[in-house]
């Protein structure tokens, strides 16, 4: 903690050996009021997720990281702070290690192609009253050998850089980084974030195919929205389609 620069992120800060999973228990820590950039690590997760209740593996040695934000956002804004996180992370990887890290749209963080960091948001409470956003973060550090039933292949720090990192630096780089993207949010810097999502953003201008709803788009990939949306360019004609819904392939 003494390595921390941040004003908030970090500044209230829970350490576990073990925990079933960092997001869940700072959900319940949501209801004893805490406040805004808590943030709860565990050295290992026990049944850690990742979207749409898919399991995220969570061995000793990795950085699995949930922080509590109660941002001065609409609620439209507020939901680009996944973008935000990938940014911060991205950033991160380059800043510590040189790493030319990359952003799989939506939000997966990818080095050479594989998957490094995954980034889960979830909404603590009603989103109506306080705005209280949990913002997941794991980052596979210290080991390897893994392979992860996935459909993008995976990769940790440790298997590209031949060494260990040590992972107070890189959680409080990242938290730092991430500080400055939640105040440029604030200061309705929406803009900025989208280029500098885009700067990061694997495959731009590049062919994919989007499967929707069982149908299959393949277009050029042009970046996103102000509001995260991804948009494809087919022959001219431009489609939009949200992360919910869609799988997205180079190709
Ligand atoms: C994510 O989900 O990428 C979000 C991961 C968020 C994990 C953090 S750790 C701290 C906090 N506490 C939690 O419980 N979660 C957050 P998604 O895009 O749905 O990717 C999940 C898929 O990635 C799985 O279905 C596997 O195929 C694959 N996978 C599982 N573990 C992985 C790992 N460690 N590295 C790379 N891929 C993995």
Redesign the pocket.
Known sequence: QQELRTQALGRQLFFFAELS????LLKDMVRQGREHGTVVIARR?TT?????Q?????PEG?L???LLLKPRLSLGDAAKLTLSTGVALAQTLQDLYGLAAGIKWPN?VVVQGR?IA???GEVAGEWTTVQTLIL???V?ANFSG?T?????P?TTLQDILGYEVNLNHLAAQLLFNLEKEVQSLEQGDVQGLIQRWTSFAVGINQPVRIERAGTVYAGIFKGIREDGELILDLEGQEMTFSSGEVSLRAG
């Open positions: 999973s960092t997001n869940d997760q850690g997720h990742g979207r749409m898919r399991a995220w593996e969570s990795g699995w990281l949930s997966d998957k995954g980034i889960l997941g973060i794991g596979n893994q992860f039933s996935s459909k993008l995976a």
